[in-house]
């Protein structure tokens, strides 16, 4: 991968920085965040120590995954970023949808396709001296899974070949694009401009499903979509309630 490469084909006006290795580019960057003075997308080979949400890890294949992250500033404070990360979700369904890969998209921030993890997002944020706040936004995406890694990580991810055959570069930089565009969307209007688009992918829309929080079963009920605020829209035997954190999973039949 080349970074003036990148640069070039994007029109988002970020700087590209690729590294061969490294543990985790949403740590590198979190720990650049105080001196940083333009957006940054880092962009790793391979990482050794890859955070996934809730201090879970993320593992990844150099060959068969694109693992990167983009610091991007925000004018207000970390309760503004309400609903970015499935806005991010939004982004990336519709870019990979003009690559010719369909998405759904699963409460807060999976990408799945064929009903496995395509694409998972971790979004972390630190205060910017000055004011305003830096949103680390990292992206580990599944292009293919060898074996090895497919049997480790069970059938929770997803390989997508007819993306691991385009040229690396075109696809970081068509996906900086979406992202570049959508951040801007986000700063103006927040999670709102974003909503009907994130249900029309809902991967569980009409299902049964749970939700899942430190291992214990909190809700159950038919998934109804997000507000426009990000929760997630259950309809349980009590009535609506809207869920703000936890995991969903489908219920399994018994
Ligand atoms: O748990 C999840 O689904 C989120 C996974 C996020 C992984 C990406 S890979 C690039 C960036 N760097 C990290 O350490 N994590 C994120």
């Known amino acids: 991968m080349n970074a003036a490469h990148i640069a070039s084909l994007s029109h988002a006006k970020v700087a590209v ?5 490294t543990g985790s580019t949403n740590a590198d960057l979190l720990a650049r965040a105080p001196t940083l003075t333009e957006p940054v997308l880092l962009v790793a080979g391979h990482q050794s120590a890859g955070r996934g949400r809730a201090g879970r ?10 693992t990167f992250s983009l610091a991007w500033k925000f004018d207000g404070g970390p309760q503004q970023l309400t609903g970015l990360p499935l806005a ?5 369904g519709d870019a990979l949808a003009q690559l010719g890969v369909q998405v759904q998209l699963k409460w ?47 059938r929770s991810a997803a390989g997508a070949p007819w993306l691991a055959r385009m040229e690396r570069d075109v696809l970081l930089a068509a996906l900086l694009d979406a992202l ?25 829309q ?28 259950l309809d349980t035997a009590e009535g609506r309630i809207a869920v703000l ?10």
């Open 88 to 92: 991010i979700g939004v982004a990336l």
């Open 245 to 254: 954190a936890g995991d969903v999973s489908l219920r399994v039949k018994e």
């Open 206 to 233: 009409g299902q049964v499903v749970t939700i899942i929080d430190n291992g214990q079963v909190l809700h159950e009920g038919l998934a109804a979509g997000v507000d426009d605020t990000g929760r997630l829209l």
């Open 180 to 204: 570049a565009d959508s951040l801007r969307l986000f700063a103006a209007q927040g999670f709102g401009a974003f909503c009907a688009r994130w249900n029309l992918r809902h991967a569980w």
């Open 17 to 21: 920085e690729v590294v061969p290795e």
């Open 108 to 154: 807060p921030n999976d990408v799945l396709k064929d009903g496995d993890k395509l694409a998972g997002i971790l979004i972390e944020t630190q205060g910017a001296p000055g004011g305003g706040t830096w949103a680390v936004i990292g992206i580990g995406l599944n292009l293919i899974m060898p074996d090895e890694l497919e049997a480790r990580l069970g």
């Open 57 to 66: 890890s993320w593992l990844s294949s150099p060959e068969g995954s694109l």
